[in-house]
């Protein structure tokens, strides 16, 4: 999964991005406002992570114009316990979420799970298919009564596939979920990654659409 990490404090950026990192998430970090909207005007990113006080354009105006035009990535508003009016306005201008600084790391991975779910209109903190079921908190993948421990990468790139059962993604979308910014991206990573995946989940977990890309069934386990 994608997130823009937007935060001008580097001690606090530097140490988010390594827990999303730990966390499987490909994140690319900016640390300001304009570079902020810049970023999100490419599609892609699942999930933002929003401080409000940033220098050229503040918080609150990043969200404002993301909204504005009908984009409704989750945002998750990260900013100062003190400044209760600011929340309330990030809140009204359309953000999902917000967390105090200072926050515990498992908290807002808790939170980020939540949005992720809510925004794929999931109940659960689990993606199946009928034959794979993938545990978002534990990344674990459950085949039958078998539970496989999965790689950072491999889960990634299995979300990135069971969060949108049927739907093909190309070499480009999956390299986009499983990569942030500046990771230099290896040419032959998505085969290798679903190689591996395939060998613990099954050869027929992961297809191939030729010249297309990868998918993964909808509502496989009914069609057996
Ligand atoms: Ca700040």
Redesign the pocket.
Known sequence: MRVLLV???QMLGTAVQQALHDASYAVDWVVDGATASAALDTPGYELVLL????PQRD?IEVLRRLRARGDATPVLII?ARDSVDQRIEGLDVGADDYLGKPFAVGELLARMRALARRSKGASSSTLTNGVVTLELATKLAIVGSTSLGLSHREFALLQALMLRPGAVLSRAQLEQSIYGWGEEVESNAVDVIIHGLRRKLGADSIRNVRGLGWRVDRDAGAAR
């Open positions: 935060e001008d404090d401080d409000l006080g940033l918080g900013t």
